[in-house]
């Protein structure tokens, strides 16, 4: 018996070992692009990576980490003490493609003078890949079109893309990963919460900016100068939402609060029924669920007994769509409110028809974008044949951003360290609103923190399956301060 | 009362679909003992097929259900020819090793040909009475007798107890597959075969069983069961790669439960553990708020946030907490024997 109980925890460890999604998957599409871009320079790249291999054999000592094929490994051992010449030779495809015809004797400089390198992390993969999708999605077209346009100072802007499967374990390797790489000049990431608090640490002590589009938990900007976000935070959004409900959804005037049991979903929770309680709005209960779950009738059942006219998920699209749809066939017909967390297209599609009369807030949405959102719209899905949704907006913000503060700042002369610092000084400097960036989400501006404070939130409702700006929006920011 | 009965609703429901994938870990640990860890992965790709076949052919749900099953069936048969016979005589650690490799295989198989994203059955493809409604409009009751009343998709008890036909189904399925096994099993000749493997391979084989035919037939009826719990979670909840780990390691702690090897106690034990896991998240935080209050520390209680009902995130845990309470204190589980050899 003891023997197989061990047996049973081997398997329990193997198993989510092997569940673990492969990083592959994301290099694989960013070779993918670069193909397509550079599918003519193709034949030449090669050749030339040849040349630095062999080259590399010359060099034994110096070079022997940098031809290892653990490109992660390679990179982590040469890190910061060598950020010239040679070490560049590492059997790194995107670098390698990215350096366009060149002789061998200056590929180094070649590449220097050419290409700036940023990285974005996100959930490629895992229970919040549709999130994932659309930031990689946002942030290609944001590169694509700066590449277009001359790229950044006369240097092509390469994207580099991390894996962090929306859990804090992965965003750690990613975030180390990232940190100790000797080209990657800032990161645009991470979008889940837990994953933006597990590489905060990383990213300040290695000193490389990390520009979140998506994680809206309060302490992701705080006590680091190294960590941005350009969206709000949960404590103005839990606001919003108790008070969009009292005053706005008058008739639902009792809630239940269902929340997913982690940064995101119990932050977002605190501020929800802290608000709540000061603003006398009745909350009957608030239960908790488990990310991988896939069935809430228990605790729905739970929240039935309490009769609320309304229910708050605070979680994420997966299994708000689940919830709702178990909610419905328990006969539950009460309002649901979500948060930005299941702004995506997956929960229409997941939920179906369970959805009907949703209320959700987010931090933009195109509706009530300007002219200038209207054609990056039409821009991202002439590219990806669908609709970009809130947070490609962002993200495509954000890359704007880093790019523009790379645009001001970068000096080819200056170390790694030293650009990335520029980088920061240069986002930590935009604290007004004069000096604020003016991207297709609206103006952003950092406080102190690295936060965004000046962003509303808007309300949308999905009638016929579809998202909806909802008819009655609290745009005035002055009730929150 | 009324959230009473319909937690038990809802665990009748997840008890019926761990009963049905726990007879697949059973009945092959009843005949070769051998832990089959890829039986989870069986469920997921019954789940799978049906939802490709649904999706790509305008078939109804049922012959969708039918084909998974016949593919699952062969799909555990080869499975058994392909990593486990070669190991028939090989330690039984070698055997549970090979069983997992398969496992994190099938479930990397999926990922490959499905994608990471969970996938839903839409709509349309499904019955009209498993369909969602529109929750805006007020459901049209079209009969109703004694309180009870039948709508579109749910019978409803009284005010609050709600019986969607969906999960009605998986019950009566439940219900009727296991009826259907312990017949097949108690008065059939495979079945008598079965038993007789169970008991003694060497000496079935010497009786002139064949024993490799039974074998197959054991992975086969495992798999076939198991890819209907699939295709049934998949409607009601939804499909993803790791779909067979979550609910195949719980369906695996039900079967210990209820003693492995046996049938009938993989049938008791899937429904324990159901029970357990909903009753427990359900009535968890009741409990706590009880105790706290009993003690003096209700204020504390209402002050520290733990009127957070916490305990329900917690569910799968508490299923395992009452699994290992039986285990210590019946170790060879409610039905098994108590046995000499053991893997």
Known sequence: MRNWLVGLLIVGLLSFWGCQPPDKKTEVTSDETQETQESSEKATVEVEDDQATVEGKDDQATVEGEVAEDQATAEGEVAEDQATAEGEVAEDQATAEGAGPSSDDTIATQKESEQVKVAVAGPFTGTAAAFGEMIERGARLKAKQINEAGGINGRKLVLTFGDDAGTDKEAKLVATRFATDREILAVVGHFNSSCSLAGKDIYKENGIVALSPGSTNVSVCEGSDWTFRNLYRDDFQGQFIARYIKNILTKYNSVAVLFDNDDYGRGLRDAFTAEAKKIDLELVTSVAYDRENTDFSTQLTKIKSKKPKAIFISGLYEQAALIVKQARKLGIRSLFFGADGIDSPDFLKNAGISAEGTYLTTPFTFGAGGEEAAKVAAAFEAEFKVPPDTWAALTYDAMGMIAEAIEKTYNKEATLAENRKAIRDHLASIDTPEEGFIGITGLTYFDINGDTVNKPAYVKVVIDGKYTTAPEQMLNLDAFK | ?343
Not at chain 2, 186 to 191: C, F, R
Not at chain 2, 242 to 257: D, E, P, Q, R, T
Request: proline share 3%; with cysteine.
């Open chain 2, 1 to 343: 009362m009324e959230q009473f009965f319909q937690q038990l609703i809802n665990g009748l429901v997840l008890g019926g679909i761990y009963a049905l994938i726990a007879v697949g870990y059973t009945m092959v640990y009843g005949i070769i003992q051998l832990i089959n860890f890829a039986h989870g992965e069986i469920f997921m790709l019954g789940a799978y097929i049906a939802f490709t076949l649904v999706m790509f052919f305008p078939i109804p749900l049922w012959v969708a259900i039918l084909v998974s099953m016949l593919f699952c069936a062969g799909v555990g048969m080869l499975m058994d020819v392909v990593a486990y016979k070669p190991l028939r005589t090989a330690p039984r650690l070698s055997a549970l090793i090979t069983a997992i490799g398969v496992s994190i295989g099938l479930q990397n198989l999926a990922r490959m040909i499905w994608g990471a994203k969970p996938q839903t059955f839409s709509e349309e493809t499904l019955p009209k009475f498993f369909q969602q409604l529109n929750p805006l409009v007020e459901p049209t009751s079209f009969l109703n007798i004694f309180g009870v009343s039948f709508t579109e998709n749910a019978i409803q008890f009284s005010e609050g107890v709600f019986l969607a036909y969906l999960d009605l189904s998986i019950i009566i399925l439940a219900v009727v597959l296991m009826f259907g096994l312990n017949r097949l099993v108690t008065l059939t000749k495979i079945g008598k075969a079965m038993r007789a493997c169970a008991q003694n391979r060497v000496a079935a084989n010497l009786m002139g069983i064949k024993t490799n035919k039974v074998i197959a037939i054991t992975f086969a009826i495992g798999s076939a069961l198991g890819a209907v719990a699939g295709v049934m979670v998949g409607v009601r909840e939804n499909i993803n790669p790791l779909m067979g780990f979550h609910k195949g390691v719980a369906a695996f702690a039900a079967a210990v439960l209820g003693g492995i090897g046996n049938i009938t106690g993989a049938m008791v034990g899937g429904l324990l553990m159901g029970l357990a896991e909903v009753f427990g998240a359900g009535y968890i935080d009741t409990f706590i708020e009880f105790i706290c209050n009993n003690i003096g520390l209700g204020q504390f209680y209402e002050d520290e946030k733990i009127s957070h009902s916490y305990g329900s995130g917690y569910r799968v845990a508490i299923s395992y907490i009452v699994m290992i309470i039986v285990i210590l204190i019946r170790p060879t589980g409610l039905f098994g024997k108590s046995s000499a050899h053991r893997a």
